[in-house]
């Protein structure tokens, strides 16, 4: 699997120290240079993690300069983050898969054909391949760390996770 990271699901898991899982589970995982700058915008911890996996598996990509109308139309309406996820996604490495937790962002990669994966599919895909014992776990921690997850996605995969 070929991984386009937006900013959330990369900074949920240099939270919980589990960038690694993204090596893992990827044959290839890219960052656009845009989602980095706005990565390293905050500060906190979990900076210097992803400034190392930078060192080792994680590609900083120059941000797409041309898109196709269609794809320009669609993205119009996100950020500029998310915009240059599936921009990539979409063109410049075929069969990607788009991490991406934002709800607006998803709605568009899916209309665009774009495979999708977010922070909880990740920890799934992770336990399913037998990465991680639990997953409940991980959401929580990420969550007493500041990243936002509702309680029906937790729910939902501790369920799924049958846990």
Request: glycine share 6%; aromatic share 4%; proline share 4%.
């Amino acid at each position: 699997m070929i991984l386009v990271c937006n900013a959330g699901p990369v900074i949920a898991l240099a939270k919980i120290d589990r960038l690694s899982l993204l090596e893992s589970l990827a044959t290839s995982v890219s960052i656009p240079e845009i989602v980095f700058h706005e990565i390293l915008a905050k500060p906190g911890v979990e900076n210097e993690r992803i400034l190392q996996a930078t060192r080792t598996f994680l590609k900083v990509i120059p941000s797409a300069t041309q898109t196709t109308s269609q794809l320009t139309t669609a993205i119009r309406q996100l950020d500029s983050g998310e915009s240059q996820v599936i921009a990539l996604a979409s063109s410049d490495l075929p069969l990607a898969t788009a991490l991406l937790d934002d709800a607006a962002g998803r709605r568009v990669a899916r209309k665009l054909g774009i495979p999708i994966m977010g922070f909880a599919g990740l920890l799934l895909a992770a336990k399913e391949r037998h990465l991680l014992d639990r997953v409940t776990p991980h959401l929580h921690e990420a969550r007493d760390l500041g990243y936002w997850l509702s309680d029906e996605l937790i729910d939902t995969v501790r369920r799924l996770a049958g846990e």
